[in-house]
């Protein structure tokens, strides 16, 4: 085990960020494009939902069909399968030996949002890839019907309500890194001005921000579905975007939320070009 360890840290320091070399490095920066690009249309399609304008589904698999009906779009969500399952592997490099500019607990703390970053990115490289070789389409598999699934096994309360915890304990977390922004921590911002650097630290907090509201809804769906003992209480992406949509706040709460994802989606764009873990 030692071996493989030593010549990764090799590998990652002979390049500019703990990508193990400079062919994951590009199509991991590549991959963050792609996901910004993701979020920027489910943030377009829960603005549809918001002002009642029937669409795809405000979830990645929606936004996946919208990019591969566009010109080019197919070509396009092929490359940024690859560069996320790139990003993927970026960041378990970087949970394995990455991250050398902090320590102890802040390390620790980096090195495992860096792997629930590997899992989130391959969960989209998975639907993307389904997509285009014809495995899904908006609406299949959905969440209640997974829930059901579960529900059906023995122990299957109980195993949903720990993917419901799991889900809220990561949307706490992006709380608390959108909060406290330790996102910069992860960028290399030395060369650019400090009204740039302020704008990335903005738009990253209010995406990360956005995403832990949405992901701990859905989370709270996913544990009612288990408190209840019944699938139809569980719901993705799209479910809790217009659980939100529905609340007192109603449509404006469900826009401020799609501004999120959209700052979310721009701050990728500037991650890519800045990460350095």
Known sequence: MARPLTRLR??????????????VDVLGRI????????????????????????????????AVGTIAATPGGV????????????????????????????????????RV????????VTALAVIVIDYLAGLSSPGSGTIQQTA????????????LGVAAAVLIGMA????????????????DTRGLSPGVRHTIEVVGAAGHLARALAIGVVGGLIGAAALFADPAWAGGLDTALRA?????????????VAAGFAAFGLFCVADAATRRA
């Open 10 to 23: 090799r590998l990652v320091r002979r390049g500019h960020s703990d990508a193990p070399g400079r062919v």
């Open 31 to 62: 991959g963050l494009v792609g996901y910004g690009a993701v979020h920027l249309v489910v943030a377009w399609l829960a603005l549809q939902v918001a002002f009642g304008v029937p669409d795809a589904p405000p979830d990645a698999v929606g």
């Open 75 to 110: 070509l396009a969500l092929g490359l940024a399968a690859v560069g996320l399952l790139a990003f993927a592997l970026w960041q378990v490099s970087a949970a394995a030996v990455g991250f050398r500019w902090v320590h102890g607990g802040e390390r620790m703390r980096k």
């Open 113 to 120: 949002g860096a792997i629930a970053k590997s899992i989130a």
């Open 148 to 159: 059901a699934q579960v529900l059906a096994l023995p122990a299957g309360r109980v195993l």
């Open 172 to 187: 706490a977390a992006m709380t608390y890194t959108g909060v406290r922004r330790t996102f910069m921590g992860d960028l």
């Open 244 to 256: 939100l949509g529905s609340t007192v706040a109603g449509a404006w709460l469900l826009v401020v």
